[in-house]
């Protein structure tokens, strides 16, 4: 009976600790100075934007001639 609840206590750990370390928010930095942080991984879309959702939750776009770098904020 410990053995089982030691290895269902060590699983949910596992999962927890796995689930944290994959959310990560990527930084959209332009070339007038400008850091963008999105929550989720930019898009780049045929018509030439950059789409995010920034950190309020709200869907944004920018045009990628105004992107300088995306990159991951671990």
Known sequence: M???LMYAATVIFSIMALSGCTRSSYAIYTHDGRTIVS???PAQT?????GYTDAN???QQI???????ISEIP
Request: hydrophobic share 30%; no cysteine.
């Open 57 to 59: 939750g709200v869907k």
């Open 39 to 41: 929550k989720v991984k």
């Open 63 to 69: 045009n990628q001639s105004e992107v300088k770098e």
């Open 46 to 50: 045929s018509a030439g934007l950059v």
């Open 2 to 4: 410990r053995k089982s």
